[in-house]
């Protein structure tokens, strides 16, 4: 593929988007199978991050224009009057410290069910469409917010080829997410309510632009996981491969 945000040859992007719970993950795993996409999933892509840290330290620029970057400065301030007897041991702590501060900030939003800027989930997004070798991937999760789709379309040129949808009810949603059982710290009743709040009001309006643009495919994801595919496979196919019934 070319490199993303290339102005030669575009991958297809189409953006899987629905509640907290709705089937998104579910259902991405099954496109894959059939119809060769590569599944990017922002909320995991944001999770190992927060695990492993960066590794290049790509994110370490964001810490500048956030909340965070106060907390910095202090920091650095206080390093000061070592730095003259000890530049690289200080530069080290200060490197490991900007680290944790990156991965704590990523951690304490995905607790509170907020949205982490959209500089670190689009660095995430760019770096795995890059490393995947693929011209075609399902974004899942992503754009949740108006600042996420006006970054993504600002910084990789990509237009999704469509937004495929999952319209669910909260009480669905809910009860799927209370038997989910990953260990996910965001997986609690508590933050479930905050992330359905999020959901009605920054990404639903998401949907809603992408609809005005004749751009999604709804689909109730209220049925059973085999039922939901039915729909969906008939949404990838191909219309020339389609059987006229
Ligand atoms: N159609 C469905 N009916 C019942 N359970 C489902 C369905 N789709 C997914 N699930 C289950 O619900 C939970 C949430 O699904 P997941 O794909 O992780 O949703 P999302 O990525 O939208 O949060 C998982 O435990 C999954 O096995
Ligand atoms: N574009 C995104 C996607 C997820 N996230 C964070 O990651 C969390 C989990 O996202 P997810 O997509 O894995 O969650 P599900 O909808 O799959 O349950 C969200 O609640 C946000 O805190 C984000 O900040 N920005
Ligand atoms: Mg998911």
Redesign the pocket.
Known sequence: MGTVGDAEKKPTVVFVLGG??SG??TQCANIVKHFGYTHL????L?RAEMKSGSENGDGLYVLSCNVLFGHVVWCCVRFWNFYSVCPDLVREHLVILLLVVYRTMIQD??KE????PSEV?IKLLQKAMQDSGNDKFLI?????NEE?RAAFEAVTKIEPAFVLFFDCSEEEMEKR?LSRNQGRE?DNIETIRK?FKVFLESSLPVVKYYDSKGKVQKVDAAKSVDEVFEVVKVIFTPKDEKVAV
């Open positions: 907290p719970g998104k993950g999933s922002a909320g995991d944001l939003m995905i069910g907020k949205i982490v989930t899942d999760g992503f754009p949740r996420n997410i965001d992330r």
